[in-house]
């Protein structure tokens, strides 16, 4: 059974600061993976998808990427600005989608 | 192009009740799948449809039930509400039945059960 661990769990940080979110996974045999964004209460957002082939994503501020061997992703995000505080969440595709539990990140002014 | 859409925004019920639950997903989508999020965690996969198949289940009880019509859309209904299916209920929809498809979200249905 996939089992999805993101570390850390809650992440404050000043406006500027370039930061990186860890997602671990226990099925190496996924088909993607995939990293969401989700402002409170709300649904989610898709911020990158890397397929199982692919090493790394790139989109403005974001990059992710993708080691399955190790069973580990993460997402970069540089320059941070307060508008960026939400929950992140990835999100591997197996025999189903399965969730981490996400990591709450803030970015004070 | 209208996003995946899903109503009511928010429904209040009484243990014991029946809830169902609408989903529109993105146009020449044919994949839908439900999530529950409970407070806190991460969405919980209940259902696949594709093509009006039951495609994937994940580990919910038989009060869950979901069917997807000819235009594509999707109901899920709960029997027997109990206070734990208070929750955020996700819609996501795909171009395709497989998973390395990336999924659209909904904003979601908050259930709360008094």
């Known amino acids: 059974k996939q089992e999805v661990t993101q570390i850390p769990a809650a992440l404050s940080v000043p406006e500027g600061e370039n930061l990186v979110l860890n997602c671990s996974f226990t099925?190496?045999?996924?088909?993607?993976l995939q990293w969401f964004r989700q402002d409170p209460g709300k649904g989610l957002t898709s911020l990158l998808l890397?397929?199982?082939?692919?090493r790394e994503q790139t989109s403005g501020r974001l990059n992710a990427s993708l080691d399955k061997s190790s069973g580990r992703s993460t997402l970069y995000i540089a320059a941070s600005q307060p508008g960026d505080s939400a929950t992140y969440l990835c999100?591997?595709?197996?025999?189903?989608?399965?969730f981490g539990s996400g990591t709450q990140l803030t970015v004070l002014p | 192009d209208a996003g995946v859409t899903q109503s009511p925004t928010h429904l209040i019920k009484t243990r014991g009740q029946h809830v169902t639950l609408r989903c529109s997903p993105i146009?020449?989508?044919?994949?839908v799948s439900w999530y529950q999020q409970v407070l806190g965690q991460g969405p919980q996969f209940i259902f696949q449809?594709?093509?009006?198949?039951?495609?994937g289940r994940g580990n919910f009880p038989d009060r869950f039930s979901a069917r997807q019509f000819p235009n594509y859309s999707s109901e899920l209904n709960v029997n027997a509400l109990l206070l734990g299916d208070s929750a955020l209920y996700l819609c996501?929809?795909?171009?395709?039945?497989?998973?390395?498809?990336?999924?659209?979200f909904g904003p979601g249905t908050r259930l709360t059960v008094l």
């Open positions: 996501a929809s795909s171009m395709v039945v497989a998973l390395n498809n990336e999924q659209f």
């Open positions: 099925d190496s045999a996924i088909y993607n």
């Open positions: 890397i397929q199982s082939s692919q």
């Open positions: 999100c591997g595709s197996a025999r189903q989608l399965t």
């Open positions: 146009s020449g989508h044919k994949s």
């Open positions: 449809y594709y093509e009006k198949e039951e495609r």
